[in-house]
């Protein structure tokens, strides 16, 4: 069973991906100001539109993982405010998301060191996708000047 400590803890290390999210939500809308810049007359580049359009779906990626980080940063916090309960909670919380579809029936149960982990491979994961986005834009300038001497 995880302690009260544990629960926080992953809570606020879950919280940390909305400054994440943040940052990947200036990538995504800076793209895309770029990428429709040719409807307010300025030069179309098919380059510049291909990474644009590669920039917004990995920001659209990043997007879903932010969510699913962020309801666990609330339900983490919420286990951790009331750790005393937590097997009473751990049950309800499984039904809960078996009634939404959001949990299989036949899903073995799992303890919260293992919940802990899969919250954690979350934030993992979203940090993943904001990498790529930034290595892709930090490429993007990078060959910007050569881009335009080929061009």
């Not at 980080?69 to 809960?96: I, K, M, P, S, Y």
């Amino acid at each position: 069973m995880a302690s009260e400590m544990q629960l926080t803890l992953v809570a606020g290390l879950l919280r940390r991906g909305r400054g994440l999210d943040l940052l990947s939500n200036a990538l995504t809308l800076l793209a895309l100001a770029y990428g429709l810049a040719p409807l307010l007359g300025m030069p179309y580049s098919a380059t510049g539109g291909v990474l644009c359009g590669l920039l917004v779906m990995l920001g659209l990626a990043q997007k879903y993982w932010a969510v699913r980080v962020a309801l666990d940063a609330e339900l983490f916090t919420r286990l951790a405010n009331d750790a005393a309960g937590l097997a009473d909670h751990t049950t309800d919380l499984d039904q809960a998301l078996l009634q939404l579809g959001l949990q299989h029936a036949k899903a073995p149960p799992r303890d919260w060191d293992d919940r802990c982990r899969g919250a954690l491979r979350l934030l993992r994961l979203q940090a993943a996708w904001l990498i790529t986005q930034l290595l892709l834009a930090l490429a993007a300038i990078l060959a910007m000047p050569w881009l335009s001497l080929a061009g």
